[in-house]
């Protein structure tokens, strides 16, 4: 998008928000379901000019049983390692066609969009990839922290003591043994232009974010957190409250990262302690106290973490300036 | 009733099987998978729409008066809406069949 547009941009009022539906009615989604909440807030914030490219997964499945479609944007579903490389094939080729006069000159978005195993476990290296060429994109992550769409097995964005099909709990085992992988901050690590965290809870706040990745030239990338009460164990109607919980515990901070800038939106007050994010789902419920206290400690690490980057990249930026 | 739309000969496929009509899934009805239905008491709502904005199915519509409706064709019944709504406007009640 032009820069003047950019700067007009200033964030959706709540009581302006986008009212066309780009993911309509009638998918197949559970009841309840974080991952389509998340989807349908992303395609109101990006807006009907816009191609998507999405890869295997829950949201590829209830959107599209097969002789309907709940996209009201062109949608291309592609095998479960490569949105990322299909997402950058159709910027070149809008690209070249537009160079070559075969299309009207307009800025048309592409958007990629993949669950946790899509991106974590198979898909890392085509978006690593993708990243690192620069293509003009945003790839979206829609991280329910397993593979729910097979059955729920594990993946490696899974956290340390989740319940899972293929990482049981019993006398011997108390579920996944290694801890979730942070793919925002391998995003990161490619020194993209943005990077942003966000949860469906805070609906503003991600469309925003949204809307300022797909206005920035070159990637983006945004790893978002949709509560899935099917795999996680909760009530249907929890799903708000369970995310909820995520960030204000920790668990799963929202910050995003302009340029190598680092801004922390939420928690912005005190942990809340992360028993009551584990509590509330039955794929935490055999985790005694020695194990809650292991995942408070590593939470507060993480936090900690996250505010010296913040505070890193505030001292570097002017650092620089008087260089 | 949405079942019979969903099955299609393969004679009537598009060339690579591909959907040429934008949001038809609004043809397949997912409202009888409901057990609970959303009752809106319209006195205590302050038309605030964060049932609207939290439906993971765009279930609800907002009408004239700037209320927000639950259309009962799509409406799964999940209660994130009784469960959000800050006055409590929205109960949760079974399904009579």
Known sequence: MMPAEEKAFKGLKARELPKEELFTQGHRACQGCGGALALRLVMKAVGNRVIVANATGCMEIISSAFPQTAWEVPWIHVAFE?????????????????????????????????????????????????????????????????????????????PFGARTTT????????????????????????????????????????????????????????????????????????????????????????????????????????????????????????????????????????????????????????????? | MAKIDAIVSWKKLNLGAAITEPGSARQFLTGDWRTQRPILNKEECIRCGRCWIYCPEAAYNEDEEGYFICDLNYCKGCGICAQECPVGAITMTLEET
């Not at chain 1, 299309?103 to 048309?108: A, H, P």
């Not at chain 1, 992550?141 to 769409?149: H, L, S, T």
């Open chain 1, 82 to 158: 490569n949105a990322a490389a299909v997402a950058s094939g159709i910027e070149s080729a809008l690209k070249a066609l537009m160079r070559k006069g075969r299309l009207k000159k307009e800025k048309i978005f592409v958007l990629a969009i993949a669950g946790d195993g899509g991106t974590a476990d198979i898909g890392l290296q085509a978006l690593s990839g993708a990243l690192e060429r620069g293509h003009d994109f945003v790839y979206v992550c829609i991280d329910n922290e397993a593979y729910m769409n097979t059955g729920i097995q594990r993946s490696s964005s899974t």
């Open chain 1, 167 to 323: 990482s049981p709990a019993g006398k011997k085992s108390i579920g996944q043994v290694t801890w979730k992988k942070n793919v925002a901050e391998i995003a990161m690590a490619h020194h993209i232009p943005y990077v942003a965290t966000v949860c469906p809870t805070y609906y503003q706040d991600m469309m925003n974010k949204v809307k300022k990745a797909i206005t920035t030239p070159g990637p983006a990338y945004i790893h978002c957190l949709a509560p899935c009460p099917t795999g996680w164990r909760c009530s249907p109607n929890l799903t708000i409250e369970v995310g909820r919980l995520a960030v204000e515990t920790g668990v799963f901070p929202l910050y995003e990262v302009t340029n190598g800038e680092c801004k922390i939106n939420y928690p912005h007050r005190r942990l809340k302690p992360v028993r009551e994010y584990l509590q509330l789902q039955g794929r935490f419920r055999h985790l005694t106290d020695k194990y809650i206290e292991i995942i408070q400690e590593r939470v507060k690490e993480e936090i900690a973490k996250l505010q010296a980057l913040e505070k890193f990249s505030s001292f570097y930026k002017n650092a620089l300036a008087n260089f």
